[in-house]
């Protein structure tokens, strides 16, 4: 059983960069399917989803110690790094989808992941697809700034 005394902070960039950089060693490699990759893949089709509806939110994390009830849920609005993630997703679509909606954008990129996984050969807009998809996550990383 684990306490907490005292409030615990993450960065969500940090898991959003491993995602996207996941999914740019599967667009340039095209691997063999396992577990753990589909794991990040679904993972990152989750935020993707999450940006798709605007469903940023976060549950703050309550200590044993802390004033407020544990009754009431306490949520927090989308701020640091929630809300840098959900502003390095818009730039990323401004950079590779500027014409295309959220919608379009997300069933976009689960349509050259669905491509990429069935290995099923080369042609000219499947490889258009896959470059966009390549700009998309590579200015998502850039706008998270974890590209040090």
């Given amino acids: 059983m684990s306490i907490y005394t005292e409030k615990r902070e993450s960065d969500p960039r940090v898991m ?3 995602l996207a950089t996941a999914a740019l060693e599967r667009l340039d490699k095209g691997q063999k399917e396992d577990r753990i990759k589909r794991a990040y893949l679904d993972s990152l089709l989750w ?3 999450m940006y798709r509806y605007d469903a940023f939110s976060a549950p703050e994390p309550q200590g044993v110690l802390q004033q407020t009830p544990l009754s ?3 949520f927090q609005p989308p701020e640091s790094g929630l809300q840098r993630v959900k502003t390095a997703l818009v730039t990323a679509h401004k950079a590779a989808y500027s014409d295309f909606s959220k919608d379009a954008v997300v069933e976009e990129l689960k349509r050259v992941f669905q491509f990429v ?3 099923r050969g080369h042609d000219a807009d499947n490889d258009q697809s896959i470059k966009k998809a390549r700009t998309f996550f590579s200015a998502f990383i850039e706008a998270l700034g974890l590209n040090a």
């Fill in 72 to 74: 009431e849920p306490a």
């Fill in 47 to 49: 935020l993707l989803d």
């Fill in 16 to 18: 959003s960069g491993i």
């Fill in 117 to 119: 996984m069935e290995d």
